[in-house]
């Protein structure tokens, strides 16, 4: 089972985008939710987790820009991203994840902030 992660694209310093991660495949409801990312030459960083209930989690660098959350009608997860700097530019990656543990990845989407 493979998520379907988009939305991202080019966006200049202060611009804001929404990307999505679709989970057709799964019982989405009964799954965490997080977004990574992972930006050239570093490791994957955890960015923001939205659990089955709601509760949302952020890296402390980016509390205040990032907001996750979900739709469990339309299987999908979303990371709205505000006020983005060209430290932001990543290739960022959804991931679903249940008790077993059981765990799902998105193919990725690149993000590049710049001007």
């Known amino acids: 089972v493979q998520l379907q992660a988009s939305g991202g694209g080019l966006v200049q310093p202060g611009g804001s985008l929404r990307l999505s991660c679709a989970a057709p495949g799964i019982v989405f409801s009964i799954y965490s939710m997080a977004w990574y990312r992972q930006a050239p030459g570093k490791q994957r960083e955890l960015v923001a987790t939205?659990?089955?209930?709601?509760?949302?989690n952020y890296a402390d660098s980016l509390k205040g820009r990032f907001l996750i959350s979900r739709d469990n009608a339309k299987k999908t997860a979303y990371l709205q991203m505000n006020s983005l700097k060209p430290e932001d530019t990543a290739v960022y990656y959804c991931?679903?994840?249940?008790?077993?543990?059981?765990?799902?990845w998105g193919q990725g989407t690149l993000v590049t902030v710049s001007s």
């Open positions: 991931n679903a994840v249940r008790p077993g543990p059981v765990n799902h």
């Open positions: 939205i659990t089955v209930g709601g509760s949302t």
